[in-house]
């Protein structure tokens, strides 16, 4: 997920009571979010390559 192009990216708000456990949880489900929109775009053909 890190090399290539980018094809999805999100955020999400952290405040200063956001502990590492779960500014970690959060970047987690980040990931997990974007890398199963970046799949579906892919096999619906939504993604040109340059």
Not at 11 to 18: L, Q
Not at 20 to 47: F, M, Y
């Amino acid at each position: 997920m890190d090399e290539g192009p980018i094809i999805e990216q999100d955020v999400k708000p952290v405040t200063h009571e956001s502990t590492p456990s779960t500014i970690k949880r959060i970047g987690a489900d980040i990931e997990n979010l974007i890398l199963v929109n970046a799949v579906k775009c892919h096999l619906n053909n939504q993604i040109i390559v340059v």
